[in-house]
T-cell receptor, first 116, second 109 residues
Framework: DTGVSQNPRHKITKRGQNVTFRCDPISEHNRLYWYRQTLGQGPEFLTYFQNEAQLEKSRLLSDRFSAERPKGSFSTLEIQRTEQGDSAMYLC??????????????FGPGTRLTVL | KNEVEQSPQNLTAQEGEFITINCSYSVGISALHWLQQHPGGGIVSLFMLSSGKKKHGRLIATINIQEKHSSLHITASHPRDSAVYICAVRKRDGDKIIFGKGTRLHILP
């Protein structure tokens, strides 16, 4: 399977704990995006990387959230001191980014976080 | 007001009906995407448009840049088309994508 993969698929945690999600993009895709989707809403942009550089962060990404893509391949999204409001589906997408006007975002299956 | 608005929010139709989902946006864009989200969260990109019209099978997507409006049409709808359809725009002044809230489509057999 050469699509975008995300792990874990589901995560249940207690409030105050830290969680980390991983996204493996399609091989050689240089752009990687993180989104959050709450029930009944469309996805919301969180941040994106061009290779290993984090180029933009949404104001939704509070200081409890950090994302990395150290080698320009897989990315991790960490949430510290989780709150119940963090419960959502966290989606990752990647693109080749070779031509901004024609690139398609390929989405992973998402990680569903439940904070108790 | 959201920068991307979709209508209707929910749509139930009989198998075989012609379906139209609308998307209006209020920002300058470089591209508009139509996405399909299945139960469980999986998202599939259907179309990327910057002008005109695209067709893939029973799906047709159109965009009117002057009116800042796009439509997604499904001909001869089928129960397997039941999903949430999301419109997303790429703002012209950056790489951020803004999503609509989605249209939940349910096709009855």
């Amino acid at each position: 399977d050469t699509g975008v993969s995300q792990n874990p698929r589901h995560k249940i945690t207690k409030r105050g704990q830290n969680v980390t999600f991983r996204c493996d993009p399609i091989s050689e895709h240089n752009r990687l995006y993180w989104y959050r989707q709450t029930l009944g809403q469309g996805p919301e942009f969180l941040t994106y990387f061009q290779n290993e550089a984090q180029l933009e962060k949404s104001r939704l990404l509070s200081d409890r959230f950090s994302a990395e893509r150290p080698k320009g391949s897989f990315s991790t999204l960490e949430i510290q001191r989780t709150e119940q409001g963090d419960s959502a589906m966290y989606l990752c997408a990647s693109t080749s980014g070779l031509a901004t006007f024609t690139d398609t975002q390929y989405f992973g299956p998402g990680t569903r976080l439940t904070v108790l | 007001k959201n920068e991307v608005e979709q209508s209707p929010q929910n749509l139930t139709a009989q198998e075989g009906e012609f379906i139209t989902i609308n998307c209006s946006y209020s920002v300058g864009i470089s591209a508009l995407h139509w996405l399909q989200q299945h139960p469980g969260g999986g998202i599939v990109s259907l179309f990327m448009l910057s002008s005109g019209k695209k067709k893939h099978g029973r799906l047709i997507a159109t965009i009117n840049i002057q009116e800042k409006h796009s439509s997604l049409h499904i001909t001869a709808s089928h129960p397997r088309d039941s999903a949430v359809y999301i419109c997303a725009v790429r703002k012209r002044d950056g790489d951020k994508i803004i999503f609509g809230k989605g249209t939940r489509l349910h096709i009855l057999p």
